[in-house]
């Protein structure tokens, strides 16, 4: 199993998760919920945050946690 593989396995459509840290002026504030939408072919994480923002997430650079 790849990287995408796995994290498609560990993050399927509709999951939840929670953002604690973003390095993005732009980026839902830390404690935001949303919703995985997809993966894409180079393992981000793709959210539709419960702020209406649609930021992916990079497992190397963001911090998170499925809840």
């Keep these: 199993m ?5 994290l498609r396995k560990m993050y399927p459509v509709g999951c ?3 953002l604690h840290h973003m390095d993005d ?3 839902p504030p830390c ?3 949303g919703e995985v939408t997809w993966v894409d072919d180079i393992g981000q994480i793709h959210v539709k945050w419960e702020n ?3 930021f992916a997430l990079n497992i190397k650079l963001d ?5």
């Design 31 to 33: 404690g935001t919920i």
């Design 2 to 6: 790849n990287k995408v593989e796995f």
């Design 63 to 67: 911090s998170f946690s499925r809840i």
């Design 52 to 54: 209406g923002s649609t």
């Design 25 to 27: 002026p732009f980026a």
């Design 16 to 18: 939840k998760v929670k």
